[in-house]
């Protein structure tokens, strides 16, 4: 070998080996992220908790110490460390029989009592109590109530409970699937109904009138019976395989059928209503007396979501009318839905979107007709937080109302139903993650934005908002910027019509170098059912870490998601496979256009169930613009997924427009570069939904990754699955080979 060669071979050995220390002290920094920079944030306060019936909140936050907890008094201006905690410290130690550092203690959802004269937390998941007096700590023995069954079953309103009156008096049960009352007193029972069968019986549910001499259940058949079964091929606790099955309704399939029937029990009779489309419900639910009990309520969503209505019954007339008829040519987001019902007067207070955007209606219920529209305009009423029958003022957290400004921004407005005055309680411009007092006279205030250090302040709720209070201690990022934190940005485009502004975020990594080129990954999460671009600051979001191997990372929030207008959320209906790519693609290149850094000649995407969909549809439906994706968890065909979530975007019947957004069908189109992780025992999304993602992919002769995760659930894949993602897009997108993970340093 002659000397040229050798110097050239000896300067590509000494290139890799630069690459591949350099690529490897990336992904150190990476899994470092959390002690690099967030554990050098201080003063944010977070699990912030108001005091039973005071004027006081709670937090915990991150000091140059440790761990500490505050208690704050607005009225009295002052905050304050909650305990001694090198006290506790002692006396957690003598319990548990291990040493327990002050500032790091083995404690979470600690809260205090209005007194300040014990402090309750959780150790390990079960309840403890400490007296301040001489620091005890006690196991609390009190019950809790733990949920406990699987988030998809079935309920076929069959139970054998008993149901006994108001007064006290009676008691109702299902007995052969009619209803009986039985007197306390006497043990006399009485049979109310003889039509019901093992098919068609009245439901477990009963509601009893105020008065205790009526009650309401519904003849119930029930729906289709479809399961979910799923293989444990590594169970911890034995070498074989073991079996799950899970109650698991699917799109199409036959839903239980409820109808309404009153038993006046003085009459000895039984009303039955007519209900039109009874045949066609989704739902028949939230029955409610009325005071007079000579009337109930119940709500009637019709099967694709295009009609939910609220009914009065009239058990005198026997007649069943609507209140409110909420109609849409696309879907009615029933999820969104609030009604409150006032007790000192006949009226509802409902949230629609018939005007093009979200705002409370005041109904009368005994007309069913709408007395005004409380709140107007091109913004929304994210959700109510409370009302106040005797001021008539209403509390609701809003988004949009000032022009100008980041659209997704959460803030507080009292609006009186009577005026209509509309107060703006926490008018900055930021994200408002407020806790209010129980009496909600007082509010405990964090404002920030994911570009704004956050602000804690307290505010009077009865002086409009006005700050009474501004604790010293106030975040702090000093050391984390020291540290070469850099802060993310908020960034806005033009969305695919020209007009409509896109909100997102950018993450650089901390070393960034402006004069460099930094190739861009999304982390998408599309669902329709919100919006998901954080708001609030954080020193480390769930995509922060990747940026760090020499990526900008950025999310954004496309059209057909929530929180912005009826039509921009409609973009959705039936067609989850549009995913708001055009407005996601226009985004990026507005942003790579302000910003050369940004090279988006390889784009990736990633994400996780609804954005795992997404993830590989971008590579299926926009490959000229995404060239690399991770999906985990998806739901690949909205065939083979839970029902609720997909007819309520993708409507009923199941159609056409079901397979033209299934990456199944149209697996043959891809063309980049592909990963699919999945957890074998997701009873989330049905895990075969990725499968035959696999299978097709197999025999259209596609090549890709498939990473199987033995005894995982709904999950991106935990720390393993952080890690296969980041070698993917390494090897696909900078070219560079992966560390070796399997090499042995000892």
């Not at 500490?68 to 506790?88: A, C, M, P, T, W």
């Not at 990725?690 to 498939?706: A, N, R, S």
Request: with cysteine.
């Amino acid at each position: 070998m002659n000397r040229k060669a050798v110097y050239f071979l000896i300067f590509h050995i000494i290139s890799f080996l630069a690459i591949s220390q350099n690529i490897e002290e990336l992904y150190k920094k990476a899994d470092d992220y959390s002690k690099i920079f967030s554990s050098k944030y201080y003063y944010g306060a977070r699990n912030v908790q108001s005091v039973n019936d005071s004027h006081l909140f709670t937090f915990e936050t991150n000091t140059p110490k440790g761990k500490e907890y505050f208690v704050v008094d607005g009225i009295e201006q002052k905050s304050e460390n909650i305990v001694d905690q090198q006290r506790l410290a002692d006396s957690l130690a003598e319990l548990l029989d291990k040493k327990v550092e002050p500032y790091n203690l083995p404690i979470n959802q600690l809260r205090i009592n209005n007194t300040q004269d014990s402090v309750f937390f959780n150790i390990e998941g079960e309840p403890y109590f400490m007296l301040k007096d001489n620091y005890s700590v006690q196991k609390n023995n009190r019950q809790r109530r733990g949920r406990d069954g699987y988030w998809g079953s079935v309920y076929q309103e069959n139970s054998k409970e008993r149901v006994v009156s108001p007064d006290g008096k009676q008691e109702a049960y299902i007995s052969e699937g009619n209803v009986w009352v039985r007197e306390l007193d006497s043990g006399k029972a009485k049979k109310l109904s003889n039509d019901g069968s093992p098919y068609e019986y009245y439901s477990s549910n009963i509601y009893w009138s105020p008065d205790s001499r009526k009650l309401v259940s519904c003849k119930y058949r029930p729906g289709g019976d479809r399961k979910l079964l799923l293989i444990s091929s590594s169970p911890k606790d034995q070498l074989q395989p073991k079996t799950e099955t899970y109650d698991y309704p699917k799109p199409g399939d036959a839903l239980s059928v409820r109808r309404p029937v009153a038993f006046l029990l003085d009459e000895n009779r039984a009303v039955q209503f007519d209900i039109p489309d009874v045949e066609q419900q989704y739902d028949l639910n939230n029955i409610k007396w009325y005071k007079d009990s000579d009337f109930f309520t119940f709500e009637f969503n019709k099967r694709g979501h295009q009609q939910y209505t609220v009914y009065g019954a009239d058990v005198v007339s026997g007649k069943a009318r609507p209140i409110v008829d909420e109609k849409a040519s696309t879907f009615v987001y029933y999820s969104w839905l609030y009604r409150y019902w006032f007790e000192d007067s006949n009226e509802l207070l409902w949230i629609s979107e018939r005007d093009g955007w979200r705002h409370l209606y005041l109904y009368d219920v005994m007309t069913g007709k709408v007395k005004k529209q409380v709140t107007k305009g091109d913004w929304i009423v994210k959700s109510v937080v409370n009302v106040d029958e005797k001021s008539r003022n209403v509390i609701f957290k809003g988004c949009g109302v000032d022009k100008n400004e980041d659209p997704y921004l959460e803030k507080y407005y009292m609006v009186n139903l009577d005026n209509g005055k509309l107060t703006a309680l926490t008018p900055e411009n930021g994200n408002h993650n407020v806790t209010f007092s129980k009496d909600y006279a007082y509010m405990f205030d964090i404002y920030s934005r994911t570009d704004l250090v956050p602000t804690n302040v307290v505010r009077s709720v009865k002086d409009g908002g006005k700050v009474i209070y501004k604790p010293e201690l106030q975040p702090d990022v000093t050391d984390v910027l020291s540290a070469g934190w850099t802060m993310p940005e908020v960034f806005s485009a033009k969305g695919r019509d020209g007009v409509t502004d896109i909100w997102g975020m950018i993450i650089r990594p901390s070393n960034f170098d402006p004069s460099k080129q930094y190739p861009v990954i999304e982390y998408i999460y599309a669902g329709p059912h919100d919006s998901h671009v954080p708001k609030s600051f954080a020193i480390e979001h769930s995509f922060s870490a990747l940026a760090e191997l020499g990526f900008i990372t950025v999310m954004i929030d496309g059209m057909g998601t929530a929180n912005r207008s009826k039509a921009f959320h409609d973009v959705c209906w039936q067609d989850l496979k549009d995913g708001g790519f055009p407005d996601r693609i226009e985004w990026i290149k507005a942003a790579a256009k302000q910003y050369p850094e940004m090279n988006i000649d390889k784009v990736g995407i990633y994400g996780t169930s609804a954005g795992g969909q997404s993830a590989m549809g971008a590579l299926l439906f926009h490959p000229e613009f995404y060239k690399v994706g991770v999906s985990s968890c998806a739901c690949h065909d909205n065939r083979m997924d839970k029902i609720w979530w997909n007819e309520q975007w993708m409507g009923y019947p199941v159609g056409k427009h079901y397979e033209e957004s299934s990456n199944m069908v149209n697996a043959h189109l891809l063309e980049g570069e592909l990963m699919l992780i999945l957890g074998e025992l997701d009873n989330n999304v049905d895990p075969s939904s990725t499968l035959q993602v696999v299978d097709k992919l197999i025999e259209h002769d596609k090549e890709f990754e498939f990473v199987m995760l033995p005894g995982q659930r709904h999950t991106s894949g935990g720390k393993y699955g952080e890690r296969k993602r980041r070698d993917f897009f390494v090897k696909h997108i900078l070219k560079q080979d992966n560390p070796s993970w399997n090499k042995n340093d000892k």
